[in-house]
């Protein structure tokens, strides 16, 4: 069959696919009178033929919402439906919850004996949002990946990401033996990971409720138990967060993302803390810049020594002072 005629065949059944799903909603695609192609126009509420403008169809029913508003508050305020579900909640946000205005539909504030009432209610209604044993983990763990991710300052996506992390593993039976605190922690990191926005193993440590050798492993386990597949830490993903602490500026993070990538081409940087690579690698752009940008300014905002700093911006400079030799060879070979 020629290419021709294979093309003719597609366009023939996914014209007649379409006709079947009109003929199926009781709407028409073709104009009656010349075989045109029919529009809507939302506006007017009609279906109009492209090609002579005749009116196949008119007062359609407008599905949307019978308010309008202009601003994104006006919608929140007259928008009568609930939140979307997520996985940031134990019950994605489909259960309800009792509000703590204390006032009755009319605005008027409750007595004293209702307002005791409400505050029991809401404690059962609390109790009865996690039934087993289950919804109690998750949402443990879930307010604690929600606590963490505010604390070091990561976006919405990371933390639903960490979610689903954990909700795997607790579907798969991976937690028995192991604190709830640790592999939350760890879902987090791994998490962090995947999204492109890492904070060390270090940066947890302050926050977590548990030791840093207990997430440490727990994050092993889930990414070899789950199969992640997390490439390792690249140092280039921490130079945008430390620059911007830092308040250096942009010619000064794309030297520094030159050097790192010298210095991968050497293989110089595996096995080395990437935090550590990424504050060498600020340092020593700052000296090939002319930033005063000093060594304890730079160790404060990565969590890590001087003594890592020095030692990791003598191998950058090592690397691109081997690349220079290297294009000078070159341009006296030719």
């Avoid at 259960?95 to 029991?120: F, N, P, V, Y």
């Avoid at 609390?126 to 087993?132: C, G, K, L, S, Y």
Wanted: hydrophobic share 30%; with cysteine; proline share 4%.
């Amino acid at each position: 069959m020629s290419r021709t005629n294979s093309v003719r065949t597609v366009s023939e059944h996914q014209a007649s696919e379409r006709d079947l799903e009109s003929e199926q909603s009781g709407r028409v695609d073709t104009c009656p009178e010349c075989g045109g192609t029919v529009t809507t126009d939302d506006g007017r509420g009609e279906r109009v033929c492209e090609q002579c403008g005749i009116v196949v169809e008119s007062d359609a029913i407008d599905h949307g919402p019978e308010w309008r508003a202009f601003t994104p508050s006006e919608k929140d305020e007259r928008s009568r439906v609930g939140s979307p579900t997520t996985k940031l909640l134990h019950d994605e946000g489909l259960s309800t919850s009792i509000g703590w205005a204390d006032k009755d539909a009319s605005g008027r504030t409750l007595s004293s004996s209702q307002r005791e009432k409400m505050s029991r209610l809401r404690v059962w209604d609390e109790r009865f949002r996690a039934t087993d044993s289950r919804d109690r983990n998750l949402k443990q763990a879930l307010g604690e990946i929600d606590r963490m991710a505010s604390a070091l300052g990561l976006p919405e996506n990371v933390r639903e990401t960490a979610s689903v992390i954990y909700r795997r593993a607790l579907d798969e039976d991976l937690l028995p033996g192991r604190s709830i605190e640790g592999m939350a922690t760890a879902s987090l990191y791994a998490a962090a990971r995947q999204a492109g926005t890492p904070r060390s193993l270090d940066e947890f440590e302050p926050i977590s409720r548990v030791r840093r050798q207990k997430y440490a492993r727990a994050y092993r386990y889930l990414a070899r138990q789950l199969e992640l597949g997390i490439a390792p830490a690249d140092p280039a993903e921490y130079l945008p967060r430390f620059t911007s602490d830092l308040d250096l500026d942009d010619d000064l993070e794309r030297q520094a993302r030159d050097l790192l990538s010298e210095l991968k081409k050497t293989g110089e940087h595996s096995g080395k803390n990437p935090t550590g690579l990424a504050a060498g690698a600020i340092y020593a752009a700052g000296l090939l810049t002319g930033d005063r940008i000093t060594q304890g300014e730079v160790a404060e905002t990565a969590d890590v020594s001087e003594v890592t700093i020095r030692d990791r911006y003598s191998e950058l400079l090592e690397a691109l002072e081997g690349k220079q030799i290297d294009a000078r060879s070159e341009r006296g070979g030719n």
